[in-house]
């Protein structure tokens, strides 16, 4: 036993080393950069900044803020909508005399109402658009890749099983995935659009009248993420599928044929002998594509422009038109950061080293 994992570990090994040489240079370059304030084309010259990027990068603050009170009355002030007014968090820190909150350029980015109603949670960040990025990103890897799993696994469920047409219909599950990134996006832009000739605003309001008024898919800030979600599940569940049919595939069927001899429902089956042989198939599909998820761009790019970003784009914007070479590769590391956590998270909870 020791020999063949002696043997299995030499002539893996030679693989192993090319891949750290190759993954390793490049991370350790964008590192050392990601402590400079390298730019491009900007005729300055470079200096060590240290950890200043990462703490301009993850410059987060939490404070408690009253609510606006009225002279007459010491009550909490009302805005015209009826509800209780807040200051913002930079024109309190101001009526206070705090520099701080100024001089480091903090921004809100999201409040909590505590019981009472009359003070609440402000959470402020140094880079509001990159806190923006994390959550559209962790939004979309969440719902894509969840609803990608549930429905790939339904299909292969499907195709595995034996009924006429059945390689027919393998092949047409993987036109949405064969088809470049880009020009489905488009596709989807086009069926997207905001009034009758948007081929999805039209089922919506005449065939399936769920709407009474046209959508903005792309132009409403709450359904943007969304319609990515969709347009992406539409595109990559047929490769979630893909991979769990091979899974399926290996099982043995005398499993089975002993489970009916027992018998177990195929509701059973499914959870007792399915789920639990399909395990380690279901980690490397979940972790191919969240890896795939979490630095989502085209889809963002195409759709969205600059209206809403994932770190994927934000990491563009930052590098190729703000030319801020240092900052960008400090995005970068943060995004290798949440990947490897993504990563070892599934082989744990998954239980992949025991298999």
Avoid at 12 to 25: E, F, K, N, Q
Avoid at 36 to 45: I, K, V, Y
Avoid at 52 to 57: S, V
């Amino acid at each position: 036993m020791e020999a063949s994992a002696r043997s299995a570990w030499n002539l893996l090994l030679p693989t192993i080393a090319v891949m750290v040489l190759v993954a390793l240079r490049p991370l350790e370059a964008t590192f050392i950069t990601s402590l400079t304030d390298r730019t491009f084309a900007s005729g300055r010259p470079t200096s060590f900044v240290g950890f200043d990027n990462y703490a301009a990068l993850l410059g987060v603050r939490v404070d408690t803020i009253p609510c606006e009170r009225d002279e007459a009355t010491g009550a909490c002030a009302l805005d015209r909508n009826g509800n209780i007014d807040f200051p913002s968090e930079r024109a309190y820190f101001e009526s206070l005399g705090d520099p701080t909150y100024r001089d480091l350029g903090f921004d809100d980015i999201w409040t909590i109402p505590l019981p009472g109603g009359e003070s609440q949670i402000v959470v402020s960040a140094r880079d509001e658009i990159f806190f923006d990025a994390i959550g559209n990103t962790l939004v979309f890897t969440v719902f894509s890749v969840t609803l990608e799993l549930l429905l790939g696994l339904g299909i292969a469920l499907i195709i595995n099983s034996k009924f006429r047409g059945r390689g027919l219909m393998r092949a047409a599950m993987l036109v949405p995935w064969a088809i470049p990134t880009v020009v489905s996006a488009r596709l989807w832009e086009i069926m997207l659009r905001d009034n009758q000739s948007g081929v999805i605003n039209h089922f919506f309001t005449q065939v399936i009248p769920l709407f009474s008024t046209s959508q903005a898919w792309l132009a409403n800030a709450s359904l943007e993420i969304p319609a990515l979600i969709a347009v992406d599940v539409w595109k990559t569940t047929p490769f979630m599928a893909l991979i769990l049919l091979a899974g399926l595939q290996v099982i043995p069927s005398d499993i089975y044929e002993a489970a009916d001899v027992d018998g177990a429902n195929k509701f059973r089956q499914f959870f007792s002998l399915t789920l639990p042989l399909l395990r380690p198939t279901i980690a490397v599909a979940l972790v191919f594509r969240t890896l795939d998820a979490v630095r989502v761009f085209d889809v963002f790019n195409v759709l969205l422009g600059d209206r809403a970003f994932s770190l994927a784009t934000y990491n563009y914007n930052t590098l190729v038109l703000d030319r801020e070479a240092g900052y960008a590769s400090a995005v970068g590391v943060v995004i290798f950061v949440i990947i490897l956590i993504f990563t070892v998270a599934y082989v744990r909870i998954l239980g992949v080293n025991a298999e």
